[in-house]
């Protein structure tokens, strides 16, 4: 089994920043990508970035030149630095990872983004 555990949430004004991280443990051998997701209420979750064991990225067009990910191979840990906040921003966080054909995911980390 593989345990994500994320940290780095919590509220900032609009315009703030806030850096999440994602630390993976357990039965890892080969991680292939890893991503940010995030669920707000009401709404389905949906990718924020994602990153490959390649080191190439994609976001999602919201997040665009605000977000970035990046990822310590050594540490089995990837980071989202977000920039820029926006109220729009605000929910619950989770990254993901795949290695071979499994995906494991994290419980969550909440980011909430006054205006």
């Known amino acids: 089994q593989v345990q994500l555990v994320e940290s780095g949430g919590g509220l900032v004004q609009a315009g703030g920043s806030l850096r999440l991280s994602c630390a993976a443990s357990g039965d890892i051998f080969s991680i292939g990508a890893m991503a940010w997701y995030r669920q707000a209420p009401g709404k389905q979750r949906g990718m924020v970035a994602r990153?490959?064991?390649?080191?190439?990225?994609n976001y999602a067009d919201s997040v665009k030149g605000r977000f970035t990910i990046s990822r310590d191979h050594a540490e089995n840990t990837v980071y989202l630095q977000m920039n820029s906040l926006k109220p729009e921003d605000t929910a619950v966080y989770y990254c993901s990872l795949t290695q071979v054909l499994n995906t494991y995911w994290g419980q969550g980390t909440q980011v909430t983004v006054s205006s």
């Open positions: 990153i490959t064991r390649g080191g190439s990225t």
